[in-house]
């Protein structure tokens, strides 16, 4: 039997009609993203993530791996030992997670009767869809928000995200108790993960102003450290993160964070905010290649 051996991507989209399975000509080092795997996930919180997947029948003879990653540009981790044959994958990563955080899961289709080659599919989360009608509107708003922070009351700021994972601190953290046994670390500033802190990402955001509000009581002058702010949707905001304000580098900490919504996608997020003190030890964290920050100060 003659075979028709010349290759091309579009045996993805057709089978061919005479059954005979191809071997690639093509070198297989890279890896194809294709939105024909479609995946659906389901989480039930704090106990399990149920991912689904379907991919088009022409694809034959399939192998799937299933990759979580915290965000949606990885770093992915692969969840499976070996590679599965069914189209279900229920695991208890997530278990670690709250309802306010996000995971993001990539389904891996090793493709064997084409050779083995690998499409993945794109990231995908349990994210929530508006009508077009209002997805529209819910672009302006955030676009005139934007316009608003950016040009008129925002304030050039940083956020730097709480890392949750990684590495222990090599200075405080206690492997046999499973404990933080110093105070004021530097390495990993209270978090006991080394470096403590994600680099940080710009963002504006309007601050309201910090009150004059001073109590005498018998213990000493009390001052009130708490103040709110707002910002857009992006990036996203959680508690226990570190927002730097440029200019007069206050550093505060996220405490409370809520969100106006538009059918439950949202489009600014509001923050109550506590502002720590110069000598706190995440205030180390203005000197971490801040580009605003004076460099005479670092
Ligand atoms: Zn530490």
């Avoid at 050779?115 to 869809?129: A, E, F, H, L, V």
């Avoid at 709480?162 to 105070?183: A, F, H, L, M």
């Avoid at 580098?249 to 405490?255: A, E, F, P, R, S």
Wanted: proline share 5%; with cysteine; net charge positive.
């Amino acid at each position: 039997m003659s075979l028709n051996v010349s290759f091309s991507l579009g045996f993805l989209l057709q089978r061919n009609t005479l059954g005979v399975t191809y071997t690639p000509t093509v070198a297989q080092s890279g890896e194809f993203q294709s939105a024909a795997i479609s995946v659906t996930i389901y989480p039930r919180w704090y106990k399990q993530i149920s991912a689904e997947w379907s991919i088009p029948a022409s694809w034959g003879n399939c192998l799937f791996n299933v990759y979580f990653g915290q965000t949606n540009d990885g770093p992915w981790e692969l969840i499976n030992p070996t590679p599965i044959t069914s189209t279900f994958l229920t695991e208890n990563i997530s278990r670690i997670y709250s309802i306010y955080t996000h995971g993001f899961y990539i389904v891996e289709v090793i493709l064997l009767g084409q050779g083995s080659i690998k499409i993945r599919s794109t990231p995908t989360t349990w994210q929530n869809t508006q009508n077009r009608w209002v997805a529209l509107r819910s672009i302006e708003v955030q676009r005139r928000e934007y316009i608003l922070l950016s040009k008129f009351v925002g304030v050039k700021s940083y956020i730097f995200r709480r890392k949750t994972y990684g590495k222990r601190c090599p200075n405080c953290w206690s492997v046999s108790t499973e404990q933080i046994i110093k105070d004021h670390c530097t390495i990993c500033m209270g978090t006991s993960f080394e470096g403590g802190y994600f680099d940080p990402a710009p963002l504006y955001v309007q601050y309201d102003p910090t009150p004059n509000d001073r109590t005498k009581t018998y213990f000493g002058v009390l001052e009130q450290n708490q103040i709110t702010g707002w910002t857009v949707s992006m990036p996203e905001i959680k508690n226990d993160d570190i927002l730097i304000r440029t200019g007069d580098w206050n550093v505060y900490l996220i405490d409370k964070t809520a969100d106006t919504e538009l059918q439950s996608v949202t489009v600014k997020q509001m923050m109550v905010l506590t502002q720590l003190g110069k000598n706190s030890v995440e205030y180390n964290l203005v000197t971490r290649g801040l580009p605003e920050f004076p460099q005479r100060y670092v």
